[in-house]
């Protein structure tokens, strides 16, 4: 405390130009020697190369702050420092890499070492229940128990057959709530923060009041979380004497707890905040997602009229017009099933993903410390010109079979739109279900074309996922008996 108040009482003899030149060095030097430190620990193999043009104290941040979007700013970088180099995000290393041999390494060798998300995240904080939401946990056995309970009770196939819908879709107060809600999480949380790279800015300064704008949201979806929690439990105690019916992902999290009440309770948070954020979890990997992908699998197919016409014969063979899809139909769309792949290789829902290093390790001959953030360009490694042919160009060919690339191997990492390794998201099958479903249905029953007759604007938009900058306008025109269009 001594020491504590002979630095304050320093800090207020100097004038406030002063005191932030002198944070700034001071960190800058910091960032060096720990640099030095590092490398003297392991002098048998150099960090990978680092990018120009860092800055103290915010390091590269202005670069990925500019006008481009980070993904495509990575990109370019990688052209020049190659498949692996360093960036700085404030004063701490951050490791991209955008080769597919770089993803293998990560996820196979060194997968138990990269399974954990980086924790001072202010959106997760403020948003995220304090990371309770698993999907932003560091890995460990919170993770891996919320994971089993995922995998084996929320989406097993039973859970997914028998499911009560979500109330998401409803148009009632309480679904136009959340909706907004869910909006300002998808902003905020690709929202950087000055305390994300300078932690020490911690509740100093609040830059655009965005910090705020988090808190604020974060409430928002508690209550609503909360109200829906309370209810659930209310319904469960008037069933009390009766064979209780699981009727959604809630139902199932209350049973769960209800069996065994000491579940996890070497964790931080008690029950009702683990229910509340892994159904929170659940909501936001099954709706943001799923609605890009489709708006950009229209979105090509309405730019390549030829393609369209194509899955529309596919269609015609297997299921003709006389009749919707059915779900037993897409085993047989096999070229519907390849157009949405590509789509995702080209527009992946989330086009970088993160991980952060527990120990230390070697990645393409380089090391790297424990404590080191990644980046995994999935955009960049997905339109590779050394894997794919063309690779900007939209050819579902490729992924039929006898393609370019063999991506039905567990260990494909040319092609990962859901990730990879022990982290990858666990509800890929379902996502990949409703997509084709919805796919079919929209596609089967009308042909479509933009207003104007000219291409839709294909320019993505920053945050969370890899929204379209654009509305898709279209004119649809109905292809099937009249029949099938009455409700």
């Known amino acids: 405390m001594e020491a504590y108040a002979e630095i304050s009482a320093l800090c207020n003899t100097i004038n406030g130009d002063a005191l932030l030149m002198t944070m700034v060095a001071a960190l800058g030097l910091v960032a060096a020697l720990r640099k030095v430190r590092m490398m003297k620990k392991n002098n048998t193999r150099p960090m990978p190369p680092e990018a120009a043009g860092a800055w103290p104290v915010v390091g590269h941040l202005r670069l990925l702050g500019g006008p481009d979007l980070p993904h495509k700013t990575l990109g370019a970088m990688a052209d020049k420092y190659g498949p692996i180099f360093v960036i700085r995000i404030g004063s701490s290393p951050t490791v991209a890499i955008s080769s597919s041999e770089a993803a293998r390494e990560i996820f196979t060798t060194?997968?138990?070492?990269?399974?954990?998300?980086?924790?001072?995240?202010?959106?997760?904080?403020?948003?995220?229940?304090?990371?309770?939401?698993?999907?932003?946990?560091?890995?460990?056995?919170?993770?891996?128990?919320?994971n089993k309970i995922v995998v084996q009770?929320?989406?097993?196939?039973?859970?997914?057959?028998?499911?009560?819908?979500?109330f998401v879709g409803d148009e009632d107060?309480?679904?136009?709530?959340?909706?907004?809600?869910?909006?300002?999480?998808?902003?905020?949380?690709?929202?950087?923060?000055?305390?994300?790279?300078?932690?020490?800015?911690?509740?100093?300064?609040?830059?655009?009041?965005?910090?705020?704008?988090?808190?604020?949201?974060?409430?928002?979806?508690?209550?609503?979380?909360?109200?829906?929690?309370?209810?659930?439990?209310?319904?469960r105690q008037k069933r009390s004497g009766e064979e209780a019916v699981e009727e959604d992902f809630m139902d199932v999290m209350l049973s769960i707890f209800e069996k065994d009440p000491k579940?996890?309770?070497d964790s931080n948070f008690d029950a009702d905040?683990?229910?509340?954020?892994?159904?929170?979890?659940?909501?936001?990997?099954?709706?943001?997602?799923?609605?890009?992908?489709?708006?950009?699998?229209?979105?090509?197919?309405?730019?390549h009229p030829d393609i369209l016409q194509k899955v529309h014969e596919e269609m015609d063979i297997h299921v003709g017009r006389e009749r919707q899809v059915d779900e037993s139909d897409i085993k047989n769309l096999l070229y519907l099933q390849a157009a949405t792949k590509e789509t995702l290789r080209l527009y992946p829902p989330g086009p970088i993903m993160t991980r952060e290093s527990t120990e230390d390790c070697t990645l393409l001959g380089y090391h790297i410390p424990a404590a080191t953030r990644l980046i995994v360009n999935i955009s960049k490694v997905q339109r590779d010109p050394q894997v794919w042919t063309s690779a900007s160009e939209f050819?579902?060919?490729?992924?039929?079979?006898?393609?370019?690339?063999?991506?039905?191997?567990?260990?494909?990492?040319?092609?990962?739109?859901?990730?990879?390794?022990?982290?990858?998201?666990?509800?890929?099958?379902l996502a990949l279900q409703?997509?084709?479903?919805?796919?079919?249905?929209?596609?089967?029953?009308?042909?479509?074309?933009?207003?104007?007759?000219?291409?839709?604007?294909?320019?993505?938009?920053?945050?969370l996922t890899n929204v379209k900058a654009t509305p898709l306008d279209l004119l649809v025109t109905p292809r099937l008996s009249p029949k099938l269009y009455t409700c």
């Not at 009770?153 to 979500?166: D, E, F, V």
């Not at 892994?278 to 943001?288: H, I, P, W």
Request: charge should be positive; glycine fraction near 8%.
């Open 434 to 463: 409703v997509v084709h479903l919805a796919l079919a249905r929209l596609i089967h029953g009308f042909d479509f074309k933009t207003p104007s007759g000219e291409p839709t604007d294909m320019t993505e938009s920053p945050g």
């Open 263 to 265: 579940l996890m309770s």
């Open 110 to 146: 060194n997968d138990k070492i990269w399974a954990s998300k980086p924790t001072v995240i202010a959106a997760m904080k403020h948003m995220g229940y304090d990371t309770a939401m698993y999907g932003f946990s560091p890995y460990g056995p919170y993770f891996r128990a919320i």
């Open 153 to 166: 009770q929320l989406l097993s196939n039973r859970r997914l057959i028998s499911g009560k819908r979500c």
């Open 273 to 303: 905040t683990i229910i509340k954020a892994t159904c929170q979890t659940m909501m936001v990997a099954g709706s943001d997602t799923l609605m890009v992908t489709l708006v950009w699998v229209l979105s090509l197919l309405v730019n």
């Open 395 to 429: 050819k579902p060919e490729r992924f039929l079979a006898g393609g370019e690339v063999d991506v039905s191997r567990d260990h494909s990492f040319q092609f990962m739109p859901f990730g990879g390794g022990r982290r990858s998201c666990p509800g890929t099958s």
């Open 173 to 235: 107060e309480v679904s136009r709530r959340y909706q907004k809600a869910l909006s300002n999480f998808f902003r905020l949380v690709a929202v950087f923060v000055p305390s994300d790279a300078i932690p020490i800015l911690r509740g100093w300064i609040d830059l655009g009041g965005y910090e705020g704008e988090m808190k604020r949201t974060g409430k928002d979806l508690d209550s609503i979380l909360s109200k829906m929690l309370d209810e659930h439990k209310i319904k």
